[in-house]
């Protein structure tokens, strides 16, 4: 059997720690550490939320007007599930949501992105040393 290791032609996660992700693309490597938006055609901006108890129906509205085939939503350093109110816009265009914690979301963003699918991630990146 050949083996070969697995290469991502789209932007994808190398590495995460507390209040941080290493997102690489194009051969460059760089550093996060704010909440971002990232999906597998190319999208990448900033989420401007801090705080899972600072998101708002407006933070998902931006992420469905992207109109991807999937958000993966990184919670933060746990599980919190929105509250299904702030969610509305992606439930109108019938855009699925999947809920993990954080470094749950790179893993799987990571996996649907090489094997071809319009998944955006849309990652809480709490500062280093919070709880929530």
């Known amino acids: 059997m050949k083996l070969q290791p697995d290469r ?6 190398l590495g995460y720690g507390p209040g ?14 704010r909440s971002i938006v990232i999906g597998s055609r190319g999208e990448k901006f900033d989420w401007n939320c801090a705080r899972f108890e600072d998101l708002t129906a407006e933070h998902f509205a931006q992420l469905a007007q992207t109109q991807p085939e999937l958000v993966i939503f990184g919670s933060g350093t746990r599980l919190r599930f929105p ?3 702030l969610l509305r816009a992606l439930m109108e265009k019938r855009i699925g949501l999947e809920t993990m914690d954080t470094l749950a979301a790179c893993r799987t963003y990571n ?9 955006l991630a849309a990652l809480l990146i709490e500062p280093a040393g919070h709880t929530a």
Do not use: Y
């Open 83 to 85: 509250p299904p109110a």
């Open 20 to 33: 941080w992700i290493g997102l690489g693309s194009n051969g460059v490597a760089e550093k996060i550490e």
């Open 8 to 13: 991502l032609d789209v932007q994808s996660i």
């Open 111 to 119: 996996i649907l992105a090489g094997e071809g699918r319009q998944v």
